[in-house]
């Protein structure tokens, strides 16, 4: 008796740079592989479904370019149930032709069920198309392919052409990561890491759905999975794959994230490559518990957060730090002078927040280019002074802001500046926001103020309105004419 297995191979267009931790040309354009099969049994009496296969099984499967390059070889791919059909996790391809040199379905012990021959074995007449597979992925268009495999169960590997039937499972099990937001769980993309002995095995970008993980290993091997996602908080746990089978359905880790302060942290970018301290300062939260990104954690409470919150690194570079604890009660942040450069900040966690301070922070190395303060509607005091590489500041129309200071923001535009004139101008007229004070423009020598942005004339008209009929007062004069030599200039 022979079990025929029919799989369908669709193609879709994704512009991911990377998929499972395989590098990806930015600019290829890619083609998505997923294998989905009905199981089929063919005997004299006729075709009876088969109900499923077992639990933890994986499509292992090898292909090459044209020219003989290995693309995957014996990637183990995760199998997903759909009512009487299965399917694997999608893989990118750049657009091009391949060949399929290996297709088998292995079962959680690492057992072979299925395989397609190899053209010229024994077997090769019980299936309508055998091994090696031509086939296109093009972009822009969606491809079908039909292939069969054979129950191996009464084979032998030369009956299909393979030397051995007796391979090494990789480590798999699936990955769901999932967010609660406005008090509702949904799925949630992130990034997950397989780490063991302090090395990343392996990388993964997770999707908003149940992910198929694989890498080497033994069951029993202890290794720490790693989930981190802006704006929550990190997790991590210790596992082995002999602990996911036992303590879960269907090999199924779910994860829920944490809300929480995060950002990356670049500890001392401008001291000696041995020197790594870092500070910020919160206020004024009663506990919050902070993971620095390198181990280390500390939970604080009371007069422990009073002042800098300092911690020193071993090694200088980026660290994704994130805070939890009873951040919905934090009113300020401050990071002044390098004290604790970042990378990049989330703050849609601090709904509280009032006074945000991160100035003078140099011009070299990484900064964050956009800072989102669209969650922050209490935020009464802006200071982003002489933060070299930001290109954008986005606030909401809900903002309160009063006290400003922007100046020494060379890479913000006069497109991006307006737009923040916008969503400031509409919420001080529509809440009668008075007394407000904004500084844009520092004195560079011979009576030139350069003024960031520059505001465009409709965005200084909104700004003399805001003086003369709301009591503002701007460091620079509304009515100066700018510099021809310099268009970012102005002439007092």
């Known amino acids: 008796m022979k079990t025929l297995l029919t799989l369908i191979i669709t193609s879709f267009i994704l512009t991911s740079s990377c998929k499972n931790g395989r590098e990806i040309p930015m600019l290829a354009k890619m083609g998505e592989v997923s294998f989905s099969f009905a199981l089929n049994e063919s005997n004299e009496n006729g075709r009876n479904m088969i109900s499923n296969i077992p639990a933890g099984s994986v499509i292992q499967l090898s292909i090459q370019t044209q020219e003989g390059t290995e693309i995957l070889t014996r990637e183990q791919v995760g199998i997903l149930s759909f009512n009487d059909s299965y399917a694997t996790e999608p893989i990118e391809l750049v657009e091009d032709t391949y060949v399929l040199t290996e297709f088998i379905i292995l ?44 129950d191996v169960s009464t084979l032998t590997p030369e009956d299909i052409g393979y030397a051995s039937l007796n391979f090494k499972i990789s480590h798999h099990f699936f990955l769901s990561v999932f967010k609660i937001e406005s008090n509702l769980q949904t799925f949630a993309e992130a990034e997950a890491y397989i780490i063991q002995n302090q090395d990343t095995l392996k990388e993964f970008s997770i999707e908003a759905k149940i992910n198929a993980l694989s890498f080497p290993g033994e069951d029993t091997s202890v290794f720490t999975l790693v989930i981190i996602k802006d704006g929550f908080a990190k997790y991590s746990k210790k596992w082995t794959i002999e602990e996911i089978k036992d303590n879960s359905d269907n090999s199924i880790v779910t994860v829920t994230l944490i809300p929480a302060l995060t950002f990356g942290a670049l500890p001392n970018v401008y001291a ?8 910020f300062a919160l206020y004024y939260p009663d506990n919050i518990i902070i993971d620095w990104g390198d181990g280390v954690i500390d939970s604080l409470s009371g007069t422990d957060i009073n002042g800098p919150l300092e911690h020193t690194y071993e090694k200088t570079k980026r660290y994704f730090v994130s805070v939890t604890g009873d951040i919905d009660r934090v009113e300020g942040f401050y990071s002044y002078y390098g004290q604790g450069q970042l990378a990049e900040i989330n703050l849609k966690n601090l709904p509280s927040l009032k006074d945000f301070r991160y100035g003078y922070n140099g011009r070299e190395g990484t900064f964050p280019l956009i800072m989102d303060f669209t969650h922050n509607a209490q935020l009464e005091l802006l200071d ?12 909401s129309e809900t903002n309160s802001l009063l006290d400003i200071s922007l100046f020494s923001l060379e890479n913000i535009s006069t497109q991006d500046l307006d737009q923040f004139v916008d969503a400031l101008y509409s919420s001080v007229v529509a809440n009668n926001r008075r007394g407000g004070y904004i500084a844009l423009a520092i004195e560079i020598g011979d009576g030139e103020i350069v003024v960031t942005g520059p505001p465009s004339q409709a965005a200084l008209a909104k700004f003399r309105i805001m003086r003369d009929q709301y009591d503002w007062y701007f460091d620079f ?13 102005y002439v007092k």
Do not use: C, H, W
């Not at 000696?272 to 500070?279: A, I, N, P, R």
């Not at 700018?482 to 200039?489: D, I, K, L, V």
């Open 272 to 279: 000696t490559s041995d020197e790594s301290d870092f500070s």
């Open 384 to 395: 982003l002074t002489d933060n070299y590489n930001l290109d954008k500041i986005i606030i």
């Open 477 to 489: 004069d509304l009515g100066e004419q700018r510099s021809e030599s310099n268009p970012q200039a």
């Open 107 to 150: 079962d959680a012990a690492g057992d072979v069920l299925y395989a397609t021959p190899i053209a010229g074995s024994p077997k090769e007449d019980l299936v309508s198309i055998s091994l090696p597979f031509t086939f296109s992925v093009v972009a822009d268009n969606i491809e079908q392919f039909s292939m069969e495999v054979l």
